[in-house]
């Protein structure tokens, strides 16, 4: 250790090498808990070896022994290369979706080079400036395409990147003779190091925090919907009516938290008054929806005619002025000897004729409620037979896409439903419908509710 270096100096230089390993702890850590930030990682990298260059200049002053200062001027000469590398990994990887093609021949170029530098002096000496330089310029080129992709706080990187790269040319300056020093410091590039860690540290700062309030807001939203989810559940019938000569089963599967399907029924003499509707879309306000549609069906007079069933449906909802919220509505009055069906855009209901184990469509179409447009319903009649079995399903059930993006459509649900009617009640019709909805949407999530009421006439 030279007998003029002052205690100081010692101690500013021990901080230059301190900070960038602080730093690199630091981002270790911060991978360590989410491996998916693979920034943190790369920028590690980039700060250790920036933590090893700085403690390489300060040799003479930092580390006592002579054999250490050899090893660490020899082992050292690639990692300006090295650390050019991570530093490029840390910026595609934060600012790019995927890397682009550029990608792989830099990162290539980064290692040859790094070894490289151990077998021939030039590269050594003069590849790394090479190599920051062509890293720049890729910066440069992706920002002024607009190539990369939107991050809060992305500034402060890249204002600690700027400087970095700035340090890194007036170090150049220095090594190549072309000024002594820089106010009196020859290892200039140990500031730009300080210069990136804060303003990566400030990035940071500004993900975690944005991070933590999307986390709230969406804790928030999850609890709302929870509740609107209970509410909307609550709306559905906890028993389901008897009727003399009819089966009935039913049940929904909401593909999230709050779904827009709902069912409802109302004796109607020796028959039963069906409702079957699905609100557009999912959320709070589909559940609204629904909760109208329940108070004005229970309360509406079951002996009407449908059309005007429908009708006074349709004004309620008009009246709510809900923005690009509909009701598909179908209703339907069934006895053991006749169904009578009018629907405002729901799918067509299915009948599966025990006889001839033949399906038919009863009704489609129309105008869904609340469109302000004043539509009008027409009603649609079938005799029923001894076996015969009435399915009306939502349209996630037609809709279904399997794990080969094939869509099931009206065909395939027609099929399903013959197939499943040859269960002996009409639980085992909804749970064959259960089964082949399964098998066909596989592993994949379902997109939609899907929601199946099945009547049967007993024999």
Request: net charge neutral; with cysteine; glycine share 10%.
């Amino acid at each position: 250790r030279p007998a003029s270096t002052s205690p100081w100096r010692i101690g500013l230089e021990g901080a230059a090498v301190s900070v960038p390993l602080f730093v690199t702890l630091l981002h270790l850590a911060l991978f360590a808990f989410d491996r998916r930030a693979r920034e943190n990682l790369y920028y590690a990298g980039q700060m250790a070896i920036s933590a090893v260059l700085i403690l390489r200049e300060f040799r003479a002053s930092l580390v006592p022994g002579l054999l250490e200062r050899e090893l660490l001027d020899r082992w050292g000469s690639g990692l300006p290369a090295l650390a050019s590398l991570f530093g490029l990994l840390t910026y595609y990887t934060v600012r790019t979706r995927p890397f682009p093609r550029s990608a792989r021949p830099l990162l290539a170029a980064g290692v040859f080079l790094f070894g490289a530098a151990y077998v021939w002096d030039p590269a050594a000496e003069h590849g790394w400036i090479v190599y920051f330089a062509v890293v720049v310029l890729e910066v440069v080129r992706l920002e002024r395409r607009g190539r990369v992709v939107p991050r809060e706080g992305m500034g402060f990187s890249l204002a600690g990147m700027a400087v970095f790269g700035v340090a890194i040319a007036l170090q150049v300056m220095v090594i190549w003779g072309w000024v002594e020093s820089v106010a009196g410091l020859r290892t200039v590039f140990a500031l730009g190091a300080l210069g990136s860690a804060i303003g990566m540290s400030l990035f940071l700062a500004r993900t975690l925090g944005q991070t933590r309030l999307l986390e709230a807001e969406n804790e928030r939203k999850g609890r709302e919907l929870e509740r609107a989810r209970e509410l909307q559940l609550s709306m559905l019938p906890t028993e389901l009516p008897s009727a003399t000569g009819l089966d009935v089963a039913a049940v929904t599967a909401p593909a999230a938290e709050v779904g827009g399907d709902y069912y409802d029924f109302r004796r109607d003499g020796e028959g039963l008054l069906v409702a079957f509707g699905d609100a557009t879309g999912h959320g709070l306000a589909s559940g609204l929806v629904v909760t109208a549609v329940k108070a004005l069906f229970v309360s509406v007079p079951v002996d009407g005619p449908l059309p005007r069933l429908l009708t006074a449906c349709d004004r309620a909802l008009g009246a709510m002025r809900l923005r690009n919220v509909h009701m598909c509505l179908a209703l339907a009055r069934i006895t053991r000897d006749e169904a009578v069906l009018v629907s405002a855009a729901m799918p067509p209901t299915l009948v599966h004729r025990a006889a001839s184990d033949v399906v038919e469509e009863l009704g489609a179409g129309g105008l869904p409620l609340g469109s302000r447009l004043r539509p009008s319903w027409e009603e649609r009649r079938t005799r029923l037979g001894p076996g015969d079995t009435l399915l009306l399903a939502s349209d996630g059930f037609p809709e279904l896409v399997g794990e080969d993006e094939r869509v099931l459509g009206f065909l395939g649900a027609a099929e399903a439903f013959r197939l499943a009617a040859r269960a002996a009640d009409a639980r085992g019709v909804v749970a064959g419908l259960q089964s082949s909805a399964a098998a066909w949407r596989g592993a994949r999530a379902p997109d939609d509710d899907m929601t199946f009421v099945v009547v049967r006439v007993r024999r």
